[in-house]
């Protein structure tokens, strides 16, 4: 059950980390620069607690 666990949470992660990479890139959030680093991270990150708290939500 542990390994299930585990393989659900890396795929979860996954898909959570393509979905916020697909919001940045529409966007326009791709370039390497400090400032857009930072904003990919916050745009990701809030994404990521929103995507979390929808899903506890539902179960």
Same mark, same amino acid.
């Not at 795929?11 to 980390?17: H, S």
């Not at 529409?26 to 400090?34: F, R, W």
């Not at 400032?35 to 179960?59: D, E, H, N, P």
């Given at each position: 059950? &542990? !390994?299930?666990?585990? /393989? @659900?949470?890396? +795929? @979860? #992660?996954?898909? /959570?980390?393509? =979905?916020?990479?697909?919001?940045? #890139?529409?966007?326009?959030?791709?370039?390497?620069? &400090?400032? +857009? &680093? @930072?904003? !990919? !991270?916050? %745009? +990701?990150?809030? @994404?990521? *607690? =929103?995507?979390?708290? /929808?899903?506890?939500? %539902? *179960?």
């Amino acid at each position: 059950m &542990k !390994r299930a666990f585990v /393989l @659900f949470w890396h +795929g @979860f #992660t996954a898909i /959570l980390a393509s =979905i916020a990479n697909w919001f940045t #890139t529409i966007l326009g959030m791709n370039d390497d620069s &400090k400032y +857009g &680093k @930072f904003i !990919r !991270r916050v %745009v +990701g990150s809030s @994404f990521a *607690v =929103i995507m979390v708290m /929808l899903t506890a939500a %539902v *179960v």
